[in-house]
Nanobody, 126 residues
Framework: QVQLVESGGGLVQAGGSLRLSCAAS????????MGWYRQAPGKQRELVAT???????NYADSVKGRFTISRDNAKNTVFLQMNSLKPEDTAVYYC????????????????????WGQGTQVTVSS
């Protein structure tokens, strides 16, 4: 079974930094684009940043210059380095993979679309 497991969230003061990680586990053949989204209380989930398997990135205007997304394709892991954090960055951060191909010997391959992790809380105090 495939899982996306986030880690690295926590409580930090404004101006501080956090690094989120999201590791995909399972017998994975390939992952297309991966990304980070966030959802603050009472608000809709929004894009933070995405990265393709080739390394092309895209950022929300609100985080440009402060956040950096990267990935390790060999480890099926995506990272989000968050610097100069602001209270408005407080949210649950979710990892997403837009397409995962997985399987095993004589089993599959199978494809998962728009796959999500369970989320990790980031709280920035003023």
């Amino acid at each position: 079974q495939v899982q996306l497991v986030e880690s690295g969230g926590g409580l930090v003061q404004a101006g501080g930094s956090l690094r989120l990680s999201c590791a995909a586990s399972g017998s994975i053949f390939s992952i297309n684009a991966m990304g980070w989204y966030r959802q603050a209380p009472g608000k809709q989930r929004e894009l933070v940043a995405t990265i393709t398997s080739g390394g092309s990135t895209n950022y929300a205007d609100s985080v440009k210059g402060r956040f950096t997304i990267s990935r390790d394709n060999a480890k099926n892991t995506v990272f989000l380095q968050m610097n100069s954090l602001k209270p408005e960055d407080t949210a649950v951060y979710y990892c997403n993979a837009d397409r995962i191909v997985y399987g095993g010997v004589g089993d599959g391959p199978y494809t998962l679309y728009d796959y999500w992790g369970q989320g990790t809380q980031v709280t920035v105090s003023s």
